[in-house]
């Protein structure tokens, strides 16, 4: 399957500071779809990103699909402990065979 | 409620005795996924389903068989477990051949001794 990496493995941020994770890949996605996982749980949908330079927000998240759609990002703004989990990328549509990132798991100190 | 159901959701077995583990899905979706967890390695996919009757390999298939008789069952079946087959498992389903939102299942801890 296509190889999609994703940074940082880990971040560890105070409270109220600003998180991003990125995910890389080496070809063109077709979708790509962000999912978090918290501590002892299953992952969850987050979003799917479907156009060249999309954007789109949820509350404090932003999440941009790269103008080449070869890369994303997931910005949280001022992190609150509930943030605490792996956020995970995955490329989706068009592939019946789907590729996770490795994931970013955020810590957040209060 | 729409929900991914996996049972049991905690295993210890011994090497070589074979084991099933179910997921059913209430949703009437088409595509289903089995994936294992791995520390630093994130979710690999072992298998996956577009339809009943039709399975696929994903990235990591050695060791596991899967079927796929009825739309809202998609069992992970190890013939023959080995300690390297000890991970966290998914099953997943979504609704248009893995293009829509994936529904994760509570998850399976699987431990070989």
């Known amino acids: 399957g296509q190889q999609v990496m994703q940074i940082p493995q880990y971040q560890h941020v105070q409270e109220g500071e600003d998180f991003t994770t990125y995910c890389n890949s080496s070809?063109?996605?077709?979708?790509i779809q962000w999912y978090k996982q918290r501590p002892g749980g299953h992952p969850v949908f987050l979003i799917q990103?479907?156009?060249?330079?999309e954007v789109k927000k949820q509350k404090r998240l932003t999440f941009q699909f790269g103008e080449a759609k070869k890369n994303s990002s997931l910005h949280i703004t001022a992190t609150q402990t509930t943030d605490v989990g792996t956020y995970f990328c995955?490329?989706?549509?068009?592939?019946?065979?789907?590729?996770f990132g490795t994931g970013t798991k955020l810590q957040v100190i209060p | 409620e729409a929900q991914v159901t996996q049972n049991p959701r905690y295993l210890i077995t011994v090497t070589g005795k074979k084991l099933t583990v179910t997921c059913s899905q209430n949703?009437?979706?088409?595509?289903m996924s089995w994936y294992r967890q791995d520390p630093g390695l994130g979710l690999r996919q072992i298998y996956y389903?577009?339809?009943?009757?039709?399975?696929d390999k994903g990235d990591v298939p050695e060791g596991y068989k899967v079927s796929r008789k009825e739309k809202r069952n998609f069992p992970l079946i190890l013939e023959s477990p080995s300690p390297n087959q000890t991970s966290l498992y998914f099953c997943?389903?979504?609704?248009?051949?893995?293009?829509?939102?994936?529904?994760f299942g509570p998850g399976t801890r699987l431990t070989v001794l």
């Open positions: 997943a389903s979504s609704g248009l051949a893995g293009q829509d939102e994936q529904f």
């Open positions: 990103l479907v156009k060249s330079g």
């Open positions: 070809t063109t996605l077709s979708n």
């Open positions: 389903s577009m339809n009943v009757e039709v399975t």
């Open positions: 995955l490329n989706s549509g068009g592939y019946q065979k789907v590729t």
């Open positions: 949703m009437n979706h088409e595509y």
